[in-house]
């Protein structure tokens, strides 16, 4: 019913920047809040940023603040994960996650993505 692909992901060297970019379609009737994650070998899933409906209420973790960026286009139906000074510490799996309404149950259910491949290193 919901798809959530990301895309953006690829290698890049520390200090550089990617753009992270994920597409909800299917049978949506509203977007709540939207979540990345990343996940490296050998370490659990982590939160990285999360965005409310209206992207008036952000949260980061420690890691990231001031360095990664979550918007979103409602319009659009895409959330995006603008990532700078990225270091190798950043390397990892990052999955989209979302609380969506379907349109034909009114369901809350919540969605991921199939994750892209991040990597940083010179």
């Known amino acids: 019913q919901v798809q959530l692909v990301e895309s953006g992901g690829g290698l890049v060297q520390p200090g550089g920047s990617l753009r992270l970019s994920c597409a909800a379609s299917?049978?949506?009737?509203?977007?709540?809040?939207m979540r990345w994650y990343r996940q490296s070998p050998g370490k659990e899933r982590e939160l990285v940023a999360a965005?409310?409906?209206?992207?008036?209420?952000?949260v980061y973790a420690d890691s990231v603040k001031g360095r990664f960026t979550i918007s979103r286009d409602n319009a659009k139906n895409t959330v995006w994960l603008q990532m700078n000074s990225l270091e190798p510490e950043d390397t990892a799996v990052y999955y989209c996650?979302?609380?969506?309404?379907?349109?034909?149950?009114?369901?809350?259910?919540?969605?991921w993505g199939q994750g892209t491949q991040v990597t940083v290193s010179s």
């Open positions: 996650n979302g609380d969506i309404i379907v349109t034909m149950s009114r369901a809350l259910n919540n969605y």
């Open positions: 299917g049978s949506i009737f509203v977007i709540y809040t």
């Open positions: 965005i409310t409906s209206t992207g008036g209420s952000t």
